[in-house]
């Protein structure tokens, strides 16, 4: 791809496109980049380039000769090529990513041309210029910085250019979406952490949480990009379905923090448990049906310090009970086995306010079970739940907990005490 940039600025225009990766790829050879001099091209004594308009007003106008003088110059240099040529204006069609597809795929020699002052006059637009491109709503000073961005974008989708073609394919505005969120070292940075997903291995849990969070984004940032948005497949389609069943919930707009539990939060605990039973019900989850956890449990666990309340600004939003305490039906483990010699806390009852579900705030609830087992000194926690507690174990995996084996728990009379036990440890 070659480009030509016509400019009354070429040092400015040459020193921003020879820098880094574009610059890297001209050195190579992959791209060729020229900024020409209008003004060289002039036919009076003074290199005058510009002249009062026709007509009266104010400012000047870049006259028609230099323009042409100068663009016969590049293309007798370049020779044949499929060629465009490209006036930068506030009054072209406003420049997106399918411009910069458009122009790489179907031309191997653009020129652009910048404008400065009023503009140019506007025979040299009628006689010369293939089309005009704006790079936004706005009027800026020259064409300088509309053509320095048409070059970049293009010049990063030539082959080689880039360390892969994934590297562009994947980003905003390719496939008419935005991009995910993107995340580097530390794991943790101001108290705020890594989505877990992303440091678990899975790439086909990773490329899932990605897509929809694409999507995701797309709808909250840009909805008129969303809204023309077409899904390419059945996996687009069930991650839009649950989005939109997704929609109705609260969104998390307010810091959520946690603290230990006081009795006049029990009501809203008990409330959360209630809604927790009902659900359970529905999925025939046989967990939490008889009586407990009761009132009395929650009770004891507010006596011992171990039940907290998570608060989405000052509402109560989910609730955990974090045991320091051995669990006796944990000494016997089927089918796998607990890491050994690590002192641990029990995650025993968690749920989140009926409002909130869906939200992500149960994700915000292990954070901080985490933060508080890292509160009592210890890096190891483990938990366990129903086989068909299907939500859970989602929650559990997707938070870095582990499937270990199998427990017995002591369960009501007519209940299944079977349950599938997870452990997460710490990081240092
Ligand atoms: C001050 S502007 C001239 C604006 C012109 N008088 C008008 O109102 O349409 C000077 C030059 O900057 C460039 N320019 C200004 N805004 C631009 C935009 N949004 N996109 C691309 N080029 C722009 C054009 O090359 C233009 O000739």
């Given at each position: 791809?070659?480009?030509?940039?016509?400019?009354?600025?070429?040092?400015?225009?040459?020193?921003?496109?020879?820098?880094?990766?574009?610059?890297?790829?001209?050195?190579?050879?992959?791209?060729?980049?020229?900024?020409?001099?209008?003004?060289?091209?002039?036919?009076?004594?003074?290199?005058?380039?510009?002249?009062?308009?026709?007509?009266?007003?104010?400012?000047?106008?870049?006259?028609?000769?230099?323009?042409?003088?100068?663009?016969?110059?590049?293309?007798?240099?370049?020779?044949?090529?499929?060629?465009?040529?490209?006036?930068?204006?506030?009054?072209?069609?406003?420049?997106?990513?399918?411009?910069?597809?458009?122009?790489?795929?179907?031309?191997?020699?653009?020129?652009?041309?910048?404008?400065?002052?009023?503009?140019?006059?506007?025979?040299?637009?009628?006689?010369?210029?293939?089309?005009?491109?704006?790079?936004?709503?706005?009027?800026?000073?020259?064409?300088?910085?509309?053509?320095?961005?048409?070059?970049?974008?293009?010049?990063?989708?030539?082959?080689?250019?880039?360390?892969?073609?994934?590297?562009?394919?994947?980003?905003?505005?390719?496939?008419?979406?935005?991009?995910?969120?993107?995340?580097?070292?530390?794991?943790?940075?101001?108290?705020?952490?890594?989505?877990e997903?992303?440091l678990n291995?899975?790439?086909?849990?990773?490329?899932?949480?990605?897509?929809?969070?694409?999507?995701?984004?797309?709808?909250?940032?840009?909805?008129?990009?969303?809204?023309?948005?077409?899904?390419?497949?059945?996996?687009?389609?069930?991650?839009?379905?649950?989005?939109?069943?997704?929609?109705?919930?609260?969104?998390?707009?307010?810091?959520?923090?946690?603290?230990?539990?006081?009795?006049?939060?029990?009501?809203?605990?008990?409330?959360?448990?209630?809604?927790?039973?009902?659900?359970?019900?529905?999925?025939?989850?046989?967990?939490?049906?008889?009586?407990?956890?009761?009132?009395?449990?929650?009770?004891?666990?507010?006596?011992?310090?171990?039940?907290?309340?998570?608060?989405?600004?000052?509402?109560?939003?989910?609730?955990?009970?974090?045991?320091?305490?051995?669990?006796?039906?944990?000494?016997?483990?089927?089918?796998?086995?607990?890491?050994?010699?690590?002192?641990?806390?029990?995650?025993?009852?968690?749920?989140?306010?009926?409002?909130?579900?869906?939200?992500?705030?149960?994700?915000?609830?292990?954070?901080?079970?985490?933060?508080?087992?890292?509160?009592?000194?210890?890096?190891?926690?483990?938990?366990?739940?129903?086989?068909?507690?299907?939500?859970?174990?989602?929650?559990?995996?997707e938070s870095g907990f582990r499937?270990?084996?199998?427990?017995?728990?002591?369960?009501?009379?007519?209940?299944?005490?079977?349950?599938?036990?997870?452990?997460k440890?710490?990081?240092?």
């Amino acid at each position: 791809m070659r480009i030509d940039i016509l400019t009354l600025f070429p040092d400015t225009v040459n020193a921003v496109l020879h820098e880094s990766i574009i610059g890297r790829a001209a050195k190579k050879g992959i791209v060729d980049i020229h900024c020409v001099q209008i003004r060289d091209f002039t036919e009076n004594r003074q290199n005058q380039v510009d002249d009062y308009p026709y007509g009266g007003g104010f400012g000047c106008v870049m006259m028609a000769q230099p323009l042409k003088s100068c663009l016969e110059y590049v293309i007798r240099d370049a020779g044949e090529r499929r060629r465009r040529v490209i006036y930068m204006s506030p009054q072209g069609k406003p420049y997106n990513q399918e411009c910069a597809k458009r122009l790489q795929r179907d031309y191997d020699h653009l020129v652009l041309v910048c404008g400065h002052y009023e503009g140019v006059d506007e025979r040299f637009i009628e006689a010369c210029v293939d089309e005009e491109i704006s790079l936004g709503d706005f009027v800026l000073t020259g064409g300088e910085i509309a053509a320095m961005a048409v070059a970049d974008s293009v010049c990063r989708l030539v082959p080689g250019v880039l360390a892969d073609e994934q590297c562009y394919t994947g980003e905003s505005h390719w496939d008419g979406l935005l991009e995910y969120p993107q995340y580097t070292r530390p794991e943790e940075w101001e108290g705020r952490r890594v989505p877990e997903i992303l440091l678990n291995g899975d790439h086909a849990k990773v490329e899932r949480w990605r897509r929809k969070q694409q999507l995701l984004r797309t709808k909250r940032k840009r909805p008129d990009m969303f809204a023309a948005f077409t899904p390419g497949d059945d996996e687009d389609r069930k991650l839009l379905t649950e989005i939109e069943k997704e929609a109705d919930r609260r969104p998390i707009t307010q810091p959520v923090t946690y603290r230990a539990a006081e009795e006049e939060d029990l009501p809203a605990i008990l409330e959360i448990v209630q809604y927790a039973r009902r659900t359970l019900k529905k999925q025939r989850v046989d967990q939490w049906q008889g009586v407990y956890p009761d009132e009395a449990a929650f009770r004891a666990d507010l006596a011992r310090g171990e039940c907290f309340v998570v608060l989405h600004g000052e509402e109560i939003a989910a609730f955990f009970t974090l045991s320091l305490r051995e669990e006796a039906c944990y000494a016997e483990i089927t089918d796998g086995k607990w890491t050994e010699g690590m002192a641990y806390c029990t995650l025993h009852r968690a749920s989140v306010a009926k409002d909130y579900r869906g939200s992500g705030m149960a994700e915000k609830l292990i954070a901080c079970v985490e933060q508080q087992a890292r509160a009592f000194g210890l890096r190891c926690i483990r938990t366990d739940t129903h086989k068909k507690n299907k939500p859970m174990q989602r929650l559990l995996r997707e938070s870095g907990f582990r499937y270990r084996g199998n427990v017995m728990v002591a369960s009501e009379p007519g209940h299944d005490p079977a349950r599938q036990a997870y452990e997460k440890i710490l990081k240092k």
